[in-house]
């Protein structure tokens, strides 16, 4: 999925790149690309879906070029204003999608008002704060020696000697030197 800013990039297409769309890299390698308004998060959801279905079906790749805009810079030092006024200035006169999905559904009565947006919205927000608290008693489980693989075993240290051929001192003397900071040399800590 290539999240297409096109509107909300600062550099045009011609000074950025050699296609028209940044999905052209698909060319390469014959992949089907489903361009989608990020505007219309419905449409947005059923190209996931068809994408979805391709990979399961034909096993080969395929793009959703999602084309939206940036509301805010790269980051919080870039003020794209400053190289795009006009368009920045549309941008920022433009309801959110989530403002606009909101009234959207209010106006077809899948919801009743603003008061219910705000309750699914507070609701996801209070199980994403929960999800994000739970996250720190999280304890990975390892996986990958399961099924067919169950009969290796993990490379643990050993604590038998190894004949290296190699003289211990001179093992020794190499690990230190490998972590000694250099005279003159200061770390930055």
């Known amino acids: 999925m290539i999240v297409n800013n096109q509107i909300g990039f600062t550099t045009p297409a011609t000074n950025a790149r050699s296609g028209i769309y940044t999905s052209d890299v698909g060319k390469m390698i014959s992949a ?37 805009y940036r509301r805010w810079g790269h980051n919080e030092l870039d003020e794209p204003a400053f190289t795009q006024p006009t368009m920045y200035k549309n941008i ?20 009743k008002d603003t008061n219910e947006t705000e309750a699914i919205r507070s609701e996801y927000f209070a199980d994403l704060d929960r999800f994000y608290k739970a996250s720190d008693a999280y304890k990975p489980v390892a996986t990958h020696l399961q099924g067919k693989w169950k009969h290796l075993t993990d490379n643990q240290p050993r604590h038998d000697s190894i004949t290296t ?7 020794k003397e190499v690990g230190i030197k490998s972590v000694q900071v250099p005279a003159g040399f200061e770390v930055i800590k």
């Open 32 to 68: 089907p690309v489903i361009h989608v308004n990020g505007d219309n998060p419905e449409a947005v959801v059923r190209a996931a879906r068809i994408a979805n279905s391709y990979r399961k079906l034909f096993r080969r790749d395929v793009i959703i070029d999602l084309i939206t």
């Open 92 to 111: 920022r006169e433009r309801k959110s999608v989530a403002k606009v999905y909101e009234e959207k559904l209010i106006a077809e009565g899948v919801v």
């Open 165 to 171: 051929g190699v003289n211990t001192a001179v093992l």
